[in-house]
């Protein structure tokens, strides 16, 4: 059932007073965002300081990682691998990968055995299939501090430590 509606008088809105307009001026805006500007010109252009230690960590870190890797490839391919070092370049790669570029600050130095020292400049450390390697050790240092990854030659684990300084 519908029941019927009387209609309701319609309101009327006050007229609405423009002497005082709301919103922002021009300056205001433009001084809002100068002030904006600048705040992230401030927070972009931040750089934290170099930390020494975790840098030097974060580099030890990747090189194992890349030995890790030619290691697993090694086993997973059943052939050996190599993980090539340039020192003077500050570049390696694992197998065929591409070379990974190493910062230039650093002092890098590598002991393998004499058949994987190719020149003064390059070397490298040989993964077999059955994960053992010629094993090595890669010395990187900044100046302050030194650290060492280093793989032994029958498991072909790998692991990180810090050196001493003035060792190699």
Do not use: C
């Not at 252009?45 to 020494?52: C, R, T």
């Amino acid at each position: 059932m519908i029941w019927p509606m009387e209609p309701r008088p319609a309101r009327h809105a006050a007229p609405v007073s423009r002497g005082s307009a709301a919103g922002f001026t021009l300056i205001e805006v433009i001084v809002t965002l100068a002030v904006l500007s600048i705040t992230l010109a401030l927070i972009v252009g931040h750089k934290p300081p170099w930390s020494s230690a975790l840098g030097l960590r974060g580099i030890a870190a990747e090189l194992a990682s890349g030995l890790r890797l030619a290691r697993s490839e090694a086993i997973l391919r059943n052939r050996p691998i190599t993980f090539e070092l340039d020192l003077a370049g500050h570049r390696y790669r694992v197998g065929t990968a591409t070379a990974r570029q190493l910062p230039e600050r650093l002092r890098i130095a590598l002991l393998t055995i004499d058949g994987e020292q190719r020149n003064g400049n390059t070397g490298d450390i040989r993964f077999n299939s059955d994960g053992s390697s010629t094993g090595g050790r890669i010395t990187i240092g900044d100046g302050a501090q030194s650290m060492a990854v280093g793989v032994e030659w029958l498991s072909g684990r790998v692991s990180i430590a810090n050196m001493p300084q003035g060792t190699r």
